[in-house]
């Protein structure tokens, strides 16, 4: 009876290839099997970013998930979880590559759920787009006694306006087409002035733009809004 | 006139050294000059992460830091600045080392408002304690529309209560004496079950102990509580 295989969870980091880890990259380079999720519009960030890593004889499988929130996705990560399951089965090291960090917001953990009770894994932690942006912003975000949120641009209007309303720190996520709602909440709790605005932190096409000045039909998912804290250092 | 040197803000991530990103260890082998805070008892634990990386002829500037929290750090951050300043001034880069992420509870900030407006600075995100506690727990921090919150144990009981009795996940980080304190909080919200505890992630004497089982005597600085979201993937 062979062996099964490791899983492992890498995370990739935000898009600049040189913020992998030497961990992850070690383990990119030495694996027999990638996997990664692809979306119905063709695009694949996750294996994007590392590109330049992967050799020809490693086996890749895609794990494509629908584009629109409105279909489910469980079908698709049962599927890809199995055709990951086979490889380990098979006795091969599979890694799982997820943008940012595999256990904030990551599509890893749709697969570790479903495979930690059959299977050995190892999460290796990336850089989340919270950390890199504030380092391309050149923004400390919080210092002593402060507290930080990240939350979903996706959240309620109420539930934002909540959140936000006693924050010290906060980075809002998953922006996209809810952008025009945040900057609504924000201007109305007086945080407009100290909202940052970037999108696709660390990646070639990367923008900083001013918040007030920003296309609301123009805002992709790979957007963020960094309020950082107010305090001051001494 | 000699160009000045430019200053880097260095994430040398949680304690493994293999979280160091491919950046910061491509810049902190190349720098002539290396910075990073030490603490009067001796520790130095930036540096102590990646010992096996640094060359014997690069300078070494030791900021120290009062260990005790009643001193102001002020007069130290403001001598460190104007050593590093000198180098700078020589025309020499100059990495200063950052446990976990410059920006998020750094210390490098302290040197980064100090030195912002004369030099040229670039900060290198790093791997957070927080993400790398998740990784080494095995467990998943948030999903789809969860806020999570990063708050220090330092914080009064009061304001402390009030952040954690409607946060989906939670941080609870820099415990150390401030652990019975914590730990009775979550105890009255009905959170301890399920809070992780983990003391200085991914280095060798990484321990995880369950919450009820910790000696609050014996807790250090660079251990974590770990409230991990109760919504349920699919």
Not at 199 to 226: F, G
Request: aromatic content about 8%; hydrophobic content about 45%; some cysteine.
């Amino acid at each position: 009876m062979s062996q099964l295989g490791k899983l492992y969870g890498l995370g990739v980091g935000p898009g600049d290839p040189e913020l992998l880890t030497l961990k992850a990259h070690r383990i990119l380079t030495t694996v027999p099997v990638i996997a990664y999720p692809s979306l119905e519009n063709g695009k694949v960030l996750a294996r994007a970013i590392v590109t330049d890593f992967i050799r020809p004889d490693q086996i890749e499988i895609q794990m494509p998930l629908p584009f629109s929130v409105e279909r489910s996705s469980q079908p698709h990560y049962d599927s890809a979880a199995e055709k990951i399951a086979e490889q380990l089965n098979l006795g091969r090291d599979v890694a799982v590559l997820c943008v940012g960090d595999p256990m904030l917001y990551g599509t890893f953990m749709y697969i570790f759920t479903r495979l930690c009770d059959r299977f050995s894994i190892e999460v290796v932690p990336g850089i989340s787009s919270v950390m890199a942006s504030a380092a391309m912003l050149g923004v400390p975000i919080t210092y002593r006694n402060d507290v930080f949120s990240i939350m979903p641009g996706t959240l309620e209007a109420e539930i934002l306006r909540d959140r936000l309303s006693f924050v010290e720190a906060a980075a809002i996520i998953k922006l996209g087409r809810h952008f025009s709602k945040v900057r609504g909440i924000l201007e109305e709790l007086g945080l407009l002035e100290r909202a940052l605005y970037i999108e696709r932190a660390t990646l070639p096409n990367q923008q900083i733009i001013p918040i007030t000045e920003v296309d609301s039909v123009a805002v992709p998912y790979w957007a963020l809004i960094l309020i950082p804290s107010n305090s001051k250092p001494q």
